[in-house]
C-alpha cells in the first residue's frame, strides 16, 4: 500500500512537473509572440507616412508576414537568378515597392533614378548586412562619423600617392606573371583567380600599410580562405529572417563554430597594426625621438594617416583604425581580382579582341620588362573599353542599400519617402538594352568613344556614384591596367568555357561560381621592320 502511493505520487507529481513546464513555455512563446505583435504595430505606426507615399509605387507581390523575401530564397547562385529576373520583370515600372517582412524597400534600376538616389542619400545596410565583418569602417558608418573617416583616407588616393604605389604594382605583376611560366604551354587548365587573388592581396597590403604578407610566394592565406565564408554567411542571412537580430546570429556562429572565421578574418588587420606598432617602438627606442615627426618615417600609406588621426583624436579608437583597414584590403582585392578574372576569362573567349587588345599594348610597350607608368595608360583606350565592358556586363558590386533623410524627388514626380530603404540595382542598369543595345553579350563597343559621345548622361556605375562612390576606383584601375598589361604581353589566354558556362553568385561581391579557368600559352614573337608581332 505505502508503496503504491508512493509511486503513485511520483507519477502525479512528474505529470505536474511537465503539465508546469509546458505552462511555462507557453506562456514564453505568448510573450514573444505579443511582444513581436507590439513592435510591429508601433512600427507600422512610425512609419504610416512612408506606408501611405508608397501606396503609389507598384508592389511587388508578397506573402502575410514574410512579404517578398520569399522570391530571394535559395542558395546565393539561385538567389541572384531571381534577383535578376525581379529587375528585368519590373524595370518599366521602377520604382517598385518590396516588403522584407514589415518592413518598405524601394527597388530602382533606371540610371537616372540612381544618379538621383546617390546624389543626395546615405548609406546604410538591411539589417546591418556585412557589418560583423567590415565593423565600423566606410563601408558602413554614417553621418558625420563617415565624412571623417573619409577626409582622413582621401589623401591616401592623392596623384603623388598613386605614383608612389606604381613600383609595388609592377613588380608584384611581374613576379605573378613569372609564377605562372610553369604552367603554360602545358594544356593545363587552371583557375586563374586563385593566383590573382594572392597577388592582390600582396600589392594591396603592401601598398596600405607597408606589410610584407608574401601570399602569392607562400600559398593561399587563412584570410582569404574565411574571408568570402564570413561574407557568404552574411548574406545568407536575408533567407532566414530568424537570423536578422545580431545576437541570434552570434549564437548561430557560436553553435556552428564558424565564430572562427570572423576571428580569422579580423586577425590580420590586428597584425599589421601591430607589427607596424613595433617597428615604430624600435625606431623611437633606438633615435630617442618621436616615429611620426621623424623623417625617417613620413606618412606613406594609409596606415600612416590612419595611425596619425588616431594619435591626434582619441575619439578616432584603435578600432576604428583596424576597420578601415580591413575594409581597404578586403573590397579592394577582392574587386580587383574579380574584374581581372573576368577580364582575361573574357579575352579567352573571344581571341580576336585579346590580339587586339595585345597589339595595342605592343605600340606602347616594345620591352618586355617596361613598366607601366600613369602617363602610358591613358593610351591603352581599347584595354580600358574592355575593362569598362567587362564592369558593365559583370558589376562587381551589382547592388547597394541607401537610406535618405529626406523626400526625394525622381524625374518623374515620383517621391521616395525618408527614412526609406532603397535596393539600388546597378547590375540591372547595366543590363538595359535601350542603353547598352547588346547588353546580353559581352562587347567593348559598348564603349567605344563614338558610343560615349551618344551618351550625355551617366549611365555606367562600375564603382557607384555619388557622395559615396568608391574612394579607390581609381587605384583600382590603374591595379587592373597594369596587370593585363603584364600578363597579356607574356602570354596568349585561351578557355573551353563558354558563356553559358558562367553562373553568377553574389554576396557582398559577384562572382562566377563554376570559376574562371584558362589554359595558358607563352607569346612567340617575330620582328617585322623592327616592330615585334605575334607569330
Known sequence: ?????????????????????????????????????????????????????????????????????????????????????????????????????????????????????????????????????????MFSLQGEKWRKSRRIITPAFSPTMMQQYLPVLNEHSKFLTRK????????????????????NLDTITKNMTGYELGSLKNGITE????????????????SFPLLFPDFMYKIYLLI?????????????????????????????????ENIHNSEATSTKTLLDLLLKAHNADNTFTKKHVQAEILNMIALGFESTTLTVSFVLLMLAMYPEIQKKVYEEIRTIYKDDDEEVNIEDMKELVYLEQCINETLRKFTVVPMTFREHDEDIVLDDKK???????????????????????????????????????????????PFGCGIRSC?????????????????????????????????????????????????LWSRKEIYENGIKHEA
Open 1 to 137: 500500500m505505502a508503496s503504491s502511493f508512493i509511486i503513485n505520487s511520483i507519477k502525479n507529481s512528474s505529470m505536474n512537473s511537465n503539465s508546469l513546464c509546458w505552462k511555462i513555455l507557453a506562456t514564453i512563446a505568448l510573450m514573444v509572440l505579443c511582444y513581436a505583435i507590439l513592435c510591429m504595430s508601433m512600427y507600422k505606426w512610425r512609419t504610416r507616412r512612408i506606408r501611405r507615399m508608397l501606396n503609389s509605387f507598384y508592389a511587388i507581390s508578397g506573402l502575410p508576414i514574410i512579404g517578398s523575401l520569399y522570391l530571394v530564397t535559395g542558395n546565393l547562385r539561385e538567389r541572384f537568378e531571381k534577383l535578376f529576373v525581379l529587375f528585368k520583370q519590373y524595370r518599366d515600372k521602377a520604382p517598385v515597392v518590396a516588403w522584407v517582412l514589415h518592413i518598405p524597400v524601394v527597388v530602382i534600376g533606371k540610371y537616372d533614378h540612381i544618379q538621383t538616389v546617390l546624389g543626395k542619400s546615405h548609406k546604410r545596410n538591411l539589417f546591418g548586412i556585412w557589418e560583423m565583418t567590415f565593423g565600423d569602417s
Open 180 to 199: 605562372l611560366a610553369s604552367l603554360s604551354d602545358t594544356d593545363e587548365t587552371f583557375d586563374i583567380s586563385h593566383y590573382v587573388c594572392s597577388m
Open 415 to 461: 517621391v521616395i519617402p525618408a527614412n526609406c530603404r532603397v535596393l539600388v540595382g546597378f547590375y540591372g542598369a547595366h543590363h538595359d538594352k535601350r542603353i547598352f543595345p547588346n547588353a546580353d553579350e559581352w562587347d567593348p563597343e559598348h564603349f567605344a568613344p563614338d558610343a560615349i559621345a551618344s551618351q550625355n548622361k551617366q549611365v555606367f556605375f
Open 471 to 519: 574612394i579607390g576606383a581609381k587605384y583600382a584601375m590603374m591595379s587592373i591596367k597594369i596587370q593585363l598589361v603584364h600578363l597579356l604581353r607574356s602570354y596568349r589566354f585561351t578557355t573551353d568555357m563558354k558563356m553559358q558556362d558562367i553562373h553568377l553568385t553574389v554576396d557582398v561581391a559577384l562572382r562566377n561560381d563554376s570559376g574562371y579557368w584558362l589554359k
Open 256 to 288: 556552428s563554430g564558424n565564430y572562427k572565421l570572423y576571428e580569422t578574418v579580423h586577425r590580420l588587420p590586428r597584425q599589421i597594426i601591430q607589427d607596424k606598432l613595433s617597428k615604430e617602438s624600435a625606431y623611437k627606442h633606438e633615435h630617442h
Open 223 to 238: 584570410f582569404q580562405t574565411a574571408l568570402p565564408k564570413t561574407t557568404q554567411m552574411e548574406s545568407m542571412r536575408l
